[in-house]
């Protein structure tokens, strides 16, 4: 295939495109596709045709030989582009066939621009490039100035910009073949090899010819053009712009830039980081979408020209460079073109009166995973991209780049995360809803039509009504096919790393069918994940593993207990408890990181499922991303252990660990994400999720670490963090953990919502795991893992029993409920156990927890944390009484009066999580002796059994005599109540208790479960100073500040602009020393 | 000798108008300013093809074997660039009348409202 | 002010990046080994005594056609951008002198067919195509401003354009099939050098690229005259 | 080649240029603009490059100019400069 037969179709129909049109308006849209798709046929073919191992295409014009004349070649690189350019300019072409008024001329340029891409990324003639060059930017100028007055404006700009550059790059060329005597540019390369281009004349060319074709790349900070015309041309246009066209631009870069010098190389690719850092920077302080898409392209192409010349320095074979470099750029260009789209559809939709309908399901899940690429997260060849330029970066030592990447990335998180949120989520109605401290806490109604309410037929016919829209479904699929690709040239293509994201997609796609159906289907799959994994896994590992998959398996049975459909519950909810399993299966640090990451943002997703959760969601989200990149920095260091000291290592770990487990400091997410999430989620999120970072933490102290730094086995490792360098980091971790025990425990008593209450309950239970942990012995970590078992428990027990009262009494504030006990037994009960489980005491198994915990910590020489955390359990009654006595006790409420029990779907986990924690509390070497032989393996043990005793240096404790002698205790005494008093009681209905014969209507002013411990809040209050927060806030607050102060650059004078590019120019020169 | 002064002409007027793009407010003065500093660059490209004392590129029957040609491609490129200098000039004056005839001016900060 | 003091700047940024050029220009005598060639080869090879045109029309000819590509894209788009609306199409008042109006006339057709002179001799005398393109369209211009026209045939001027735009592109397909690639002329017989019919199809190519130039000028030139009042051109 | 006459051609497109910039007419300063091609278009016949010198002085002078004359004319009130410049 000739891919000049491409060029001159494309070519022939512009220019006969009028004819066409005399014709009719049919047969000029016909043939206007039909060229564009002959276009995407020739380029696929060629790249198929490479992709089965054919030399790289050579192709010369009008029958002579380059350099005699003009000559083409096409690469796997530039086939890639070329067909992924093709693609998206097809989609484009029948999505702007729509518009009819001066279609003709539309089409024209169209094809033009279709050309001219074609030729950037084919034509190896330096001057050529220059025409192909024009071309494509004629098209655009012209295309541009189609949307409206202000996009006059900044097609204006955008000429004045490209008019400089474009005579930059005359005068660069011209020079160059002076001195070279050739414009072919492989025969310019040939000639600075051999040292043509050494002078100040060669260099000063190579320079205004590489900063020519970077200001078309639109660098930092001589961009401000590219971002009005981003802004203001229409979104089928700027989404070939950012696509198609730069892609094209970027790829004749690479082409030139064999003539770059080591110096101008780095120059220019710190021009690139530079750009990404400070374009999301800027980035976050959008309100248009469209600029801000503009603000995210311009970035990303940043990111990728720093990407090539990073990957151009270390000399690595170019499939490798390309796995990177075209990762990120092929990424970029799908992505960023479906967001344009969509963003476009939904604003016609708007136009017409609907109401943009993103939070539809299909296209929510294409918004979804455009974003989720452009964020570089697993799967999506971004992120294997990314990982491999970290790898770059973390071997080469280079600090400041890398905290800039990150940066950058999160700044890039923060925004696009936030218009995900913000358009797939339908609105809230603030219509009945309570708010305590400007905080909305009950469920509004949502306005318009929504997931929960329209029928999936209705949904799919609307789709179909518009069939543009469908065709934004291609590059999302696009992008599936490159994910399979680079994780198949990456390794990881096995079913154990590719089983959650199946199983999303699956659950997305069978978003029409009843949520039930799926919701089984999720339950089948997850439990039969834990049946296959059970046997596959050994020691801690097998442990966490049955209580990620089975404890996810009982919690997404408790969600049947709704019959909506929940497209994203389902999907979310399944793929991360199966990433679960893939993390507990994972071996190599890319199976690893990936699986960590699938988990931590799925968590976040599925967080994001409620109603109000998108701030929440937000922050978990820049914390599961921020702890994603220190965790990356560790593992990509694998294999280079000088760059990374031991201690480096081990503290970058553990913060990323740490903030997920959301220790004191960073736990500013847990609260929001726990407590906005769908009842249901919130048990999976708290009961079974938040053990992964425990899980981690002993992971990586144990196997990781010490496999990356081989300090001669785990067991060094361990006694250097135990007594040996590294001990004081156990003690500040130790620390950490009772702090984050005591001061959540003491925030979670002054909650009124009873979901809050339990949010900060969870992160104190979190922080005894951590202190338990922080011991770094045997005796420490089998409390660890008991602890984290019983705390799955009765957590999960909580949350379901209080998913079931919020079902029925639609409230979560406490002093709304009250006397529940009566209309829900089996929940009263669930909640009873479960505090008595939580609080510690005997005869259930969180004493043998709390037993353990401060034997280990008395064992391991923290009298002091010891004698805080039992400070910390005793202020946690107060939250335990509060919550039964509130919800259940008490008098009734007028709007509770005909409730029921809950659902059968939530008492039924209840029931079977009662019987495991009787089980463990009567026998806790069911438990224990795994868990003690488990760690035992890792590291010497302190603890043992004889028969059913525990038994340690400092003391012994049998659970089941525990058990035994408290239920005796507690029993004689009940029996003897009932038998004595029965017949003196007077029975009273609930609600024989009137306030001196008024109705209070403000409960505030007069419940007696309002501000239910005000005389504690006056002594602890001052504990509740959310430190944490304000320093987060402020952190954010200075982010913004700098933000704002940057984006004065862009005046909107195109004058100014044109100066920014001089004197842009004239910084380059200095630093790629020109002048010298 | 000539080449040098034919170049140095070529860079002063590229020079010269980008001055005038940068400071000419009007947006007519501002395209004349793109367009000297498009016949600066064709000068310098014409001046660095000539050679002393050669000859058009031309052969036909008054050319005697020996004789010094000018070099051919300098001119070919630029004959190109002038056409598509035109045609971005036309491109930019078709603009300027488009912001004229929305705003009635023609000073170029009057067109910045995007600015954010 | 700052900006004054920051365009200076930049001025002096631009000149230092400059200079290096002016200062240090390469100064050897003998053409690049790539012009020699073609002055060597380009006579036999090709059988067109300008050498430019040789270049252009054919080792370059992919740059050509590009440039042709650029003058339509611009032409549609100055077409786009300054689209008649209805009320702007107005009856000229321009009142032109008899002298100019009947000069107009007589000279129309000699531009005319210097025009074409020029394009069919692209490959012997200096100009060509976009020359003789620009010629014609200068006659035209003359016939609007000696006001003996108001207004073009658009039908014929777009028939004029696409035809010779699609035959360029059919003649560029034509060298890859019948002769040795793309934009090849050599599938038309090379004649006597230095005839009119000579060079294969370079003088086809060129009288296309000027009738699609001429007729793309026209287009440009069409687009931006103002339609309602003309007596404002000069000031 | 008489090198004088290239420098005065030089000179005089300089301040072609010079004038076109800071002519207060628009239409004034385009003609200038106009002489800055011409003479470039004179320059390029006596480097032999004929075709660049025909082609600059039909497109770079003339047609350029019409254009420019065009959009002037469509752009009519602006005839006053910014006093500043």
New interface residues.
């Given amino acids: 295939m000739?891919p000049?037969?491409a060029l001159?179709v494309l070519?022939?129909t512009?220019?006969?495109?009028?004819?066409f049109e005399?014709a009719g308006l049919k047969p000029a849209r016909l043939i206007f596709l039909a060229a564009l798709t002959l276009l995407l046929v020739i380029s696929g073919g060629i790249l198929v045709n490479l992709l089965n191992g054919a030399p790289d295409l050579e192709v010369?014009?009008?029958?002579?030989k380059a350099?005699?004349?003009?000559n083409f070649r096409i690469g796997l690189a530039e086939a890639a582009v070329w067909s992924a350019a093709a693609l998206v300019l097809l989609i484009g072409g029948s999505y702007m066939i729509h518009r009819e008024e001066?279609g003709m001329?539309?089409r024209?340029?169209y094809l033009?621009l279709a050309?001219g891409v074609t030729?950037l990324i084919l034509?190896r003639?330096l001057?050529?490039l220059f025409?192909?060059l024009?071309?494509s930017s004629?098209?655009v100028?012209?295309?541009i100035?189609?949307g409206g007055?202000?996009s006059?404006?900044?097609?204006?700009k955008y000429?004045?910009a490209?008019?400089?550059s474009?005579?930059l790059f005359?005068?660069g060329?011209?020079?160059l073949?002076?001195?070279?005597?050739?414009?072919n540019i492989d025969g310019m390369a040939a000639a600075a090899g051999s040292g043509s281009l050494a002078?100040?004349?060669g260099?000063?060319?190579v320079?205004?010819l590489a900063i020519s074709m970077l200001i078309e790349l639109k660098p930092f900070p001589a961009n401000?053009w590219a971002l009005?015309a981003y802004?203001?041309a229409p979104s089928g246009i700027g989404a070939l712009l950012s696509s198609a066209q730069a892609s094209a631009v970027f790829i004749a870069f690479t082409k030139i830039s064999p003539l770059f010098g080591d110096r101008l190389a780095a120059v220019l690719g710190g021009i690139g980081m530079l750009t990404f850092f400070f374009a999301n920077l800027m980035g976050m302080r959008?309100?248009?979408e469209k600029?801000m898409f503009g603000y995210s392209s311009t970035g990303q192409i940043g990111l990728v020209i720093f990407a090539w010349f990073a990957v151009r320095g270390t000399g690595m074979p170019e499939t490798a460079a390309w796995f990177i470099v075209g990762g990120l750029l092929l990424t970029h260009l799908f992505a960023k073109a479906g967001l344009f789209w969509l963003s476009g559809l939904a604003d016609k939709s708007k136009g017409e009166g609907g109401n943009g309908f993103l939070h539809k399901v299909l296209p929510s899940a294409l918004a979804g995973i455009f974003v989720m690429s452009l964020l570089a997260l697993p799967p999506f060849p971004s992120f294997f991209a990314k990982m491999e330029l970290v790898k770059l970066l973390v071997t080469g030592g280079s600090w400041w780049i890398l905290t800039a990447l990150f940066l950058g990335s999160l700044f890039e998180a923060a925004y696009l995360f936030t218009w995900l949120v913000k358009k797939t989520k339908a609105e809230c109605t603030d219509g009945g809803a309570d708010t305590v401290n400007g905080d909305s806490l009950v469920v509004g109604k949502r306005a318009g039509p929504d997931i929960l309410t329209d029928s999936p037929a209705a949904e799919v016919s609307s789709l179909l009504k518009s069939s543009t829209s469908l065709w934004v479904v291609i590059p999302a699929l696009a992008l599936g096919g490159l994910s399979a690709a680079w994780a198949y040239m990456a390794g990881v293509f096995n079913v154990i790393a590719m089983a959650p994201f199946a199983a999303a997609l699956l659950m997305l796609l069978l978003a029409f069918l009843p949520g039930r159906v799926r919701g089984f289907l999720a339950v089948l799959v997850s439990a039969a994940a834990a049946w296959w994994i059970w046997p596959r896994t050994e020691g801690i590992d097998q442990i966490f593993a049955m209580l990620f998959l089975g404890g996810g398996s009982l919690n997404l049975f408790a969600g049947l207990y709704r019959k909506d459909r929940r497209p994203g519950f389902w999907a979310f909810s399944l793929m991360t408890v199966l990433s679960l399993g893939a993390l507990v299966l994972a071996r190599t640090p890319l199976e690893i990181f990936m699986a960590w990451e699938v988990m931590s943002v799925g968590a976040v997703l599925i967080a994001l499922q409620g109603k109000r959760a998108a701030g929440p969601a937000r922050t978990g989200m820049l914390f599961a991303l921020g702890g994603g990149y220190l965790l990356m920095t560790v593992l990509m260091s694998i294999g280079t252990t000088t760059v990374l000291s031991p201690a480096v290592a081990a503290i970058l770990v553990v913060i990323a660990f740490l903030s997920k487990s959301g220790a004191l400091g960073l736990h500013v997410w847990v609260p929001g994400s726990y407590a906005e999430a769908d009842n249901d989620a919130t048990s999976l999120l708290s009961s079974v999720i938040s053990k992964a970072g425990i899980w981690a933490m002993m992971i990586f102290s144990i196997r990781i670490l010490p496999g990356i730094y081989g300090l001669d086995g785990p067991e060094l490792w361990l006694q250097a963090f135990n007594s040996g360098p590294f001990s004081f980091l156990s003690g500040i971790l130790g620390w950490i953990g009772v702090l984050t025990a005591l001061v959540a425990t003491i925030v979670a008593v002054f909650q009124e919502d009873i979901k809050y209450t339990l949010a900060w309950s969870s992160i104190s239970q979190l922080g005894y795991i951590i202190l338990a942990f922080s011991l770094f012995d045997h005796f420490g970590w089998t409390a660890a893992i008991y602890l984290s078992i019983n705390h799955f428990l009765f957590k999960a027990m909580l949350f379901l029993a209080i998913t079931g009262v919020i079902y029925r009494v639609k409230t979560r504030l406490m002093y709304k409920m009250g006397g529940l006990i009566a209309p829900m037994p089996i929940t009263f009960i669930t909640v009873l156990i479960a505090i008595i489980a939580l609080a510690g005491v005997p005869p259930l198994s969180g004493f043998g927890g709390k037993w353990l915990v401060y034997s280990a910590l008395i064992q391991g020489g923290r009298p002091v944390q010891a004698a805080l955390a039992m400070f910390s359990s005793g202020i946690a009654f107060l939250y335990l009484y509060r919550l039964i006595h509130s919800i259940f006790l008490g008098q009734r409420k007028d709007d509770s009066l005909g409730i029921k029990e809950a659902p059968f779907w939530l008492i039924l986990p209840q029931i079977v999580l009662i019987a495991l924690i009787m089980l463990i509390s009567a026998f806790p070497t069911v438990i224990l002796k795994p868990i003690i032989a488990a760690v035992g393996e890792l590291m010497p043990a302190v603890i043992g059994f004889e028969g059913s005793t525990l038994m340690s240096a400092i003391g012994y404790w049998n659970g089941s005599w525990v058990m035994y002698v408290t239920m005796g205790v507690f029993m004689i005494p009940l029996v003897l109540l009932l038998i004595g008093t029965g017949r003196k009681t007077r029975k009273v209905k609930q609600f024989n208790i009137v306030f001196a014969a008024e109705r209070p209507y403000r409960p505030e002013t007069t419940h007696y479960a309002h501000n239910f411990f005000a005389p504690y809040r006056k002594a602890l209050g001052s504990l509740m100073n959310p430190l944490g927060r304000k320093f987060w806030e402020g952190s954010a607050g200075g982010v913004t500040a700098v933000s704002s102060a940057f984006?004065r650059l862009?005046?909107?004078?195109?004058?100014?602009y044109?100066?920014h590019i001089?004197?842009f120019?004239?910084a380059a020169?200095l630093f790629a020393g020109?002048?010298a | 000798m000539i080449i040098q002064i034919i170049v140095s002409v070529g860079a002063l007027l590229v020079l010269i108008g980008l001055w005038g793009l940068l400071t000419r407010r009007n947006l007519i003065k501002m395209i004349i300013g793109f367009s000297i500093m498009d016949t600066g660059t064709h000068l310098i490209i014409v001046g660095l093809g000539y050679r002393e004392g050669a000859t058009a590129p031309i052969l036909d029957s008054s050319i005697t074997p020996g004789t010094h040609f000018v070099d051919p491609i300098p001119s070919a490129l630029v004959l190109t660039a002038i056409v598509i200098g035109l045609a971005v000039t036309a491109l930019m004056l078709a603009y300027a009348v488009r912001l004229y005839s929305s705003r009635g001016s023609a000073l170029i900060e009057d067109f910045k409202e995007n600015a954010l | 002010m700052i900006k004054r003091f920051l365009a200076i700047i930049a001025l002096l940024g631009a000149a230092a990046v400059l200079l290096p050029f002016v200062l240090n220009l390469p100064t050897e005598e003998a053409l690049p080994e790539l012009a020699s060639k073609y002055i060597e080869n380009a006579p036999g090879e090709l059988g067109a005594a300008n050498l430019v045109t040789s270049i252009i029309v054919t080792y370059r000819g992919l740059d050509t056609l590009g440039e042709v590509a650029v003058l339509f894209a611009a032409t549609a788009a100055v077409g786009l951008l300054l689209k008649r609306t209805g009320n702007e199409v107005g009856v000229s008042h321009w009142k032109s002198s008899e002298i100019l109006k009947s000069g107009g006339g007589f000279l129309f057709p000699l531009i005319i067919l210097y025009g074409v002179y020029i394009f069919l001799h692209g490959h012997l005398t200096p100009g060509g195509g976009f020359q003789g393109g620009v010629v014609i369209a200068t006659g035209f211009l003359l016939l609007l401003l000696s006001g003996s026209v108001d207004s073009f045939n658009h039908t014929v001027m777009s028939l004029v354009e696409s035809l010779s735009g699609f035959a360029y592109v059919a003649v560029a397909l034509a060298g890859l099939i019948w002769a040795a690639g793309f934009l090849d002329p050599r599938f038309l017989p090379q004649g006597d050098f230095g005839r009119l019919f000579s060079a294969g199809a370079i003088p086809v190519i060129y009288s296309l690229i000027g009738l699609k130039v001429g007729a793309e000028l026209l287009g440009i030139l069409d687009a931006m005259r103002c339609k309602v009042r003309r007596e404002g051109v000069t000031a | 080649m008489n090198i004088f006459i290239v420098i005065i051609l030089g000179v005089l497109m300089l301040a072609a240029a010079g004038t076109a910039l800071y002519m207060k007419s628009l239409s004034a300063a385009v003609i200038a603009a106009g002489a800055v091609s011409l003479l470039a278009s004179v320059l390029y016949l006596l480097l032999a490059a004929p075709d660049v010198a025909m082609t600059e002085a039909a497109i770079g002078s003339a047609l350029t100019t019409v254009v420019f004359l065009y959009a002037l004319s469509r752009m009519r009130g602006t005839k006053k400069e910014d006093p500043r410049d």
């Fill in positions: 000739n000049l037969i001159a070519m022939g512009a220019f006969t495109m009028p004819l005399k010369a014009t009008a029958g002579f350099p005699f004349s003009i001066d001329y539309d024209m340029l033009v050309l030729g034509t003639d001057f050529n025409v192909f024009e071309i004629i098209a100028y012209g295309l100035g189609r007055e202000r006059l404006q900044a097609g204006f000429m004045i490209g008019g400089i474009s005579i005359l005068i060329t011209v020079f073949y002076r001195l070279t005597g050739t414009l002078g100040t004349v260099a000063s060319a320079f205004i401000g009005d802004q203001e959008q309100k248009d600029r984006r862009y005046t909107g004078n195109g004058q100014t044109a100066l001089v004197l120019t004239m020169a020109v002048f």
